[in-house]
């Protein structure tokens, strides 16, 4: 696993009477590139007496100092995506009698892992994670707002003003890749402003929040201290109202914007941030995508497709099948749309089954595989894409919105012992989560 090639900037390597293991279940390439993931590493190291090292699925030692699970005392996941889970439950049962916990966007529902982790941290973690590693010190844990442990009738999900960053962000810069090359991630906003009746984000994560800009300048300059990169990954599922300026202080580091709403894509933003791709998301025609609260028409992307062709090389679009209210017609509207845009620029296309999430307006909506497969099907026959299979997204709705009857299933990944799980008999205990 190790090699000459394999060089970090940005690692923080210290003792501490505490020793905690911090685990993103799923490979190095995404785990070292998720801002979560950063946040833990750095606010448990900051915490005195205490000592935090990396591991991934393909770095079964930690990377600080080559120990093992075994060595420490606490074992922390940060997981995001549902089927992480599998690789969450996997290392609980090897370490029964070791202490575990978890937070991450995965854990607004936190009934699948009731059992298995001793305590999780639902929504942002800033002030759960502190009060929990002061009472760890002192040797006494009492109940702490925004932390479940499957003792409490309901549990109230943290909220951030976003006055904390991690800055020290161990950035690669060996033969080893990651999501975002060479990249510093820099949080600029939290939350979001629209009320789309899909999206965990504005329902659960709340209003939008932006970092003021003297905050983000400090941020940067710290950062310039802590680590090395050439890029600054500017995060934030609705862009901040002053991008351009933010844009200006990142200078002379390149930009990289992951996705853009359709109304900040301007002239100015893509020539000040030098743009090779631009994502965005129509999610699924303008008929249904409107119906959903995103109010972006077709002609409204065309257009913006049509600059961006002016400055970037590339064009990513997202979509989404089985949204509730979706028809043949639909699929044919992402059809059309996509062939419109590729026309227009070299084009890129995920579509991924829609999984229905907890605390949002869709979160009662039930998960058809057939009906996933016949819509991916049709697609195939028309457009090049990737994403995911209609299987997966079943799983992913299982762990999503069920309860701990989901727990048992979670030892296997075959959809064969997950099909006939009827969640429409589960009681809907997410819904004690108050977000």
């Known amino acids: 696993m190790w090699s000459m090639h394999f060089l970090e ?17 799923n490979v190095y390439k995404a785990g070292n590139s998720n801002l979560g993931f950063l946040f833990a590493y750095n606010f448990i190291n900051e915490q005195e ?42 290392i609980a049962q090897k370490f029964p009698d070791k202490m575990k916990i978890l937070g991450g966007r995965s854990a ?6 009731k059992g298995v982790i001793d305590y999780i941290f639902v929504g942002d973690a800033e002030q759960s994670l502190e009060e929990f590693l002061n009472q760890y010190r002192d040797g006494e844990l009492s109940d702490i707002e925004g932390v479940f442990t499957g003792c409490e009738d309901r549990v109230k999900a943290g909220f951030s003003q976003l006055e904390y ?23 600029v906003s939290r939350g979001c402003s629209r009320q789309c009746s899909f999206c965990m984000v504005s329902h659960c994560i709340g209003r939008k929040r932006e970092r003021p800009l003297d905050h983000i300048q400090g941020i940067l300059e710290e950062a310039e201290t802590c680590t090395k990169f050439e890029t600054v990954s500017l995060i934030g599922p609705d862009s901040h109202s002053n991008l351009l300026e ?4 990142c200078h002379p580091y390149r930009i990289s914007l992951p996705s853009l709403r359709i109304e900040q894509i301007s002239e100015e933003i893509l020539r000040s941030a030098d743009l090779r791709t631009v994502t965005i998301a129509p999610e699924s025609s303008e008929r249904l995508r409107i119906s959903l609260g995103k109010r972006i028409t077709d002609e409204e992307i065309l257009k913006k497709v049509r600059l961006c062709s002016e400055h970037a090389h590339w064009i990513k679009l997202y979509f989404m099948v089985g949204l509730p209210g979706e028809t043949s017609r ?4 992402i059809v059309d ?34 009906t996933v497969e016949k819509a991916l099907s049709y697609l195939k026959n028309r457009i090049r894409f990737s ?12 762990i999503s919105t069920g309860n701990e009857q989901v727990t048992p299933y979670l030892r296997t990944r075959r959809y064969s012992a997950w099909r006939n799980l009827d969640l429409s008999l589960m009681e809907k205990k997410w819904k004690r989560v108050e977000v």
């Not at 991924?352 to 009662?364: L, R």
């Open 246 to 249: 933010i844009i200006d202080i």
């Open 108 to 113: 607004y529902n936190p009934f699948p892992l």
């Open 9 to 25: 900037y940005g690692v923080i390597r210290k003792k501490g009477e505490h020793r905690i293991a911090l685990v993103y279940p």
């Open 337 to 370: 749309l996509t062939r419109q845009v590729s026309r227009i620029m070299r084009t890129k296309v995920t579509i991924s089954p829609f999984v229905p999430k907890p605390h949002t307006p869709c979160a009662d909506h039930e998960y058809s595989t057939k």
């Open 387 to 398: 994403g995911p299979p209609a299987r997966s997204g079943f799983i992913q709705w299982a």
């Open 330 to 333: 639909d699929l044919q509207d």
């Open 165 to 187: 960053h991690p800055v020290h962000q161990p950035i690669q810069w060996g033969e080893y890749t990651q999501a975002f090359y060479r990249s510093f991630l820099l949080e």
């Open 49 to 90: 007496g205490f000592q935090c090292e990396r591991f991934f699925t393909d770095f079964p030692k930690s990377i600080e100092s080559n120990s093992i699970l075994a060595d420490f005392d606490i074992i922390a996941f940060s997981c995001s995506f549902e089927m992480d889970y599998f690789t969450v439950y996997e």
